[in-house]
């Protein structure tokens, strides 16, 4: 795991992961949260819905956005403070998620850091928003 410090940063610094997005990590998702809604766990349900089939929880692609700012920026010792989010399309079993955090604001008095988040698959935005992070500080 890396790290970054405040003093590192500058606007416009980018980190991604990709993540493949598996029904037994949905499953594990589900049963971790408590979140059984059947359109993510049941095949037949879903495929009523509106979505045709079963789809992920929007909080576990949301999840990996607190990946890349918790092991890459800034890394080891950030603190999620907030994050907005807006969930534009499903993503489904066997979706490759892109996840992406770039800086967009540093305050070095707070050692707040204003990033832009985004989830694509294929391409497509599928979740973003925006995510402020307290920095640690080089020799703090």
Known sequence: ???LFLEDLVIGRHAERRNL???AEIEAFAKVTGDENPIH???AYAAQTRFGGRVAHGMLTAGFISAVLGNDLPGRGAVYLSQTLRFRRPVRIGDEVVSR???TEINETRARVSLKTVCMVAGEVVVDGEAVVLAPRRGA
């Open 1 to 3: 795991m890396s790290g």
């Open 21 to 23: 997005v598996t029904a």
């Open 41 to 43: 766990l049941d095949e």
């Open 101 to 103: 955090v770039e800086v």
